[in-house]
């Protein structure tokens, strides 16, 4: 969910062309009866018989850990997050996704199954255009091992993260859709869980994306009203179009939100923060997540909340903490829960 140095009047130009279209899409989208025809669920995680759709994004990575220092955390702490994340029922996150195919990532399965944990996880590929061929080559080979040796837990492949939209530091070319397709191709074959990729509205509202879509299983989205200048009070109704417009676009595909959020700090002078119009505080995102999850609950949506723990590594261990890029969790990266724990969760606090 990274923006790096992305102009003002490029984000500005995708919020308005990407709003207008998706008003369109909306009042356009199949139905029947007034109902939304809904496409086959591809992705559909259960345990026991019990839907777990509703999931979140993880990061195992303590303070002073970082995926640039390979940190690999602790079994302990892992154990710790994810008895944090499912200890109550149904309130609580019995999906997570990962984004690299590494052994910070490795570690996590590991403690998932010897454990037993009620978890089961979308295992990303980290892909990037920084990368070399042979990193890239790397984690395709490893996010295959990964799915075959762990699949009581691994659920989903992602070939992945905001790879293809304009923005992205670490973005791939139109030229390079013919090796990427050749990617997918090769992990569907080896693998038995369904293979996606995870990007932004702005880029799966672009006709270039239709060849990518094809491809894959199910279609994972990101879609940020905070970056996308939306306030508190429109954020969930802007997402919601966002939603529909995507599923117009690609009815006979599922469309699963692969992250949304909403940060509880910001700093206006940090690059894109300029964005930011809406209230960037932890009673804030308490109302986000309180109406989010309804109505992913209402339309069950299949999606990953943006993110369990606050990882202050992000954004650079440079920038004062405060920056939004540190501040998405619903927990603090000391794992004390934030306000939209205590208030919509409150049982998960009470121990």
Not at 142 to 150: D, G, K, P, S, T
Not at 244 to 267: C, F
Request: glycine share 6%; charged share 20%; proline share 3%.
């Amino acid at each position: 969910m990274k923006r790096l140095l992305v102009t003002l009047a490029l984000a500005t130009s995708m919020i308005v062309s990407g709003c207008g279209a998706a008003n369109d899409a909306h009042q356009n989208q199949s139905s029947d009866n007034g109902k939304v025809i809904q496409p086959e669920q591809v992705f559909n995680p259960t345990i026991d018989g019990k839907w777990i759709g509703l999931g979140i994004s993880y990061g195992s990575y303590r303070d002073g850990e970082s995926p640039h220092k390979a940190s690999v955390s602790s079994e302990a702490d892992i154990l710790e997050d994810l008895t944090i994340l499912t200890q109550k029922g149904s309130k609580s996150w019995h999906l997570i996704r990962m984004y690299g195919a590494d052994p910070a990532s490795e570690q996590v399965l590991r403690v998932i199954r010897k454990h037993q944990l009620p978890v089961r996880v979308m295992q990303g590929a980290w892909l990037s255009g920084h990368q070399t061929a042979q990193e890239n080559e790397q984690q395709i080979s490893e996010v295959i091992r990964l799915a075959n040796e762990y699949p009581d837990v691994v659920v989903a492949v992602n070939a992945g993260n905001e790879i293809f939209v304009d923005w992205s530091w670490h973005k791939f070319g139109q030229q390079d859709y013919d090796m990427y397709i050749g990617w997918i191709d090769r992990i569907k074959q080896a693998v038995d869980v369904p293979v996606t990729l995870a990007d932004d509205y702005n880029f799966w509202n672009k006709p270039w994306s239709q060849a990518i879509a094809a491809e894959l299983d199910f279609i994972v989205l990101h879609a940020y009203a905070m970056w996308n200048s939306q306030t508190l009070e429109n954020a969930v109704n802007w997402t919601a179009t966002i939603y529909d417009d995507i599923q117009a676009r690609y009815p006979n595909k599922q469309i699963v939100l692969g992250e949304s959020g909403w940060a509880t700090s910001s700093i206006s002078t940090n690059g894109d923060e300029r964005l930011i119009i809406g209230e960037a505080s932890e009673q804030a995102q308490a109302v986000f997540l309180k109406e989010y999850n309804a109505w992913l609950e209402q339309r069950h949506i299949a999606s990953f909340l943006f993110e369990a723990f606050d990882e202050k590594w992000k954004g650079g261990e440079d920038k004062p903490d405060g920056i939004a890029e540190k501040n998405w969790g619903i927990f603090r990266s000391d794992r004390t829960p934030k306000q939209a724990v205590a208030s919509y969760f409150p049982d998960l606090v009470a121990q």
